[in-house]
C-alpha cells in the first residue's frame, strides 16, 4: 500500500531532550515536507525537500532541522524542544512533474512540557 | 496564492449530495484549484484538483465556474465517513513552489 509513515504517533517529552520523528514513504516521490497544525493557526509548513540532499525552510523553520539522506526518509529534528513546540505534525510527500496529489502521514502528537 | 473564501461549517443528510463552495474572485490563470480533507485524528486526503474544466474522481467531482472565480466540490451521496473539514486551495506550481497554503476549512458534518 502507497503511503507515509511517520513514527511515533505520540509523544511526550521534556523542555531541551533532543527528539527525532522520523517520515518514510514507499512511493518513490522526490518530494517530501513536514507541517505542523496548531488550533487557529492551521496547518503550516516547516521544511521541505526538492529530493536527496535538498532542503530549505518552509514559513515556520525556527527550531526545527530536518535531512534528506535517502529518498524515502525525511525525519524531522529538534535539538531543544521547547513548549511552543507542542503541535500535531504531519510529513507529506508527493512525486515532482505530472501531479496526482500529496500523500500525507497520519500524524504525530507531540506535547513538551 | 490566491486566497480562498470558504463556510465555516455545512450540514448535510447522509445518502445526500452535498456542494461545497469555493470562492476565489483573485485566481490567476495559472492556479489550479485543489481540495483536501482532514478527517478526524487524521493526516489530510487529495480529493481532487482542476484548471478549467469539470473533473470527476471516485471521490468526489469539482465544477469550476466559468469565470473561475468560484468552483464546488461535490460529494454525491454524503457518507458518515464524509465528516472531515474541507479545504479548498489554490496552486500555480509554476510560480510558487509545491508549499500547500491551508486555510480554515469548511467543517462538514453528516448526520444519519
Known amino acids: 500500500e502507497a503511503q507515509v509513515t511517520q513514527n511515533p504517533r505520540y509523544l511526550i517529552t521534556v523542555t531541551g531532550k533532543k527528539l527525532t520523528v522520523t517520515c518514510s514513504q514507499n512511493?518513490?516521490?522526490?518530494?517530501m515536507s513536514w507541517y505542523r497544525q496548531d488550533p487557529g493557526l492551521g496547518l503550516r509548513q516547516i521544511y521541505y525537500s526538492m529530493n536527496v540532499e535538498v532542503t530549505d525552510k518552509g514559513d515556520v523553520p525556527e527550531g526545527y532541522k530536518v535531512s534528506r539522506k535517502e529518498k524515502r526518509n525525511f525525519p524531522l529534528i529538534l535539538e531543544s524542544p521547547s513548549p511552543n513546540q507542542t503541535s500535531l505534525y504531519f510529513c507529506?510527500?508527493?512525486?515532482?512533474?505530472?501531479?496526482?496529489?500529496?500523500?500525507f502521514g497520519s500524524g504525530t502528537r507531540l506535547t513538551v512540557v | 496564492d490566491a486566497k480562498t473564501t470558504q463556510p465555516n461549517s455545512m450540514e448535510s443528510n447522509e445518502e445526500e449530495p452535498v456542494h461545497l463552495p469555493c470562492n476565489h474572485s483573485?485566481?490567476?490563470?495559472?492556479?489550479?484549484i485543489h481540495w483536501y480533507r482532514q478527517l478526524p485524528s487524521q493526516g489530510p486526503e487529495y480529493v481532487i484538483h482542476?484548471?478549467?474544466s469539470n473533473v470527476n474522481n471516485r471521490m468526489a467531482s469539482l465544477a469550476i465556474a466559468e469565470d473561475r472565480k468560484s468552483s464546488t466540490l461535490i460529494l454525491h451521496r454524503a457518507t458518515l465517513r464524509d465528516a472531515a473539514v474541507y479545504y479548498c486551495i489554490l496552486r500555480d506550481e509554476a510560480n510558487s513552489g509545491y508549499a500547500l497554503n491551508f486555510g480554515k476549512g469548511t467543517s462538514l458534518l453528516v448526520t444519519p
Open positions: 507529506a510527500s508527493r512525486r515532482q512533474g505530472l501531479f496526482d496529489g500529496y500523500t
Open positions: 512511493m518513490n516521490h522526490e518530494y
Open positions: 483573485t485566481i490567476s490563470g495559472t492556479d489550479y
Open positions: 482542476g484548471l478549467t
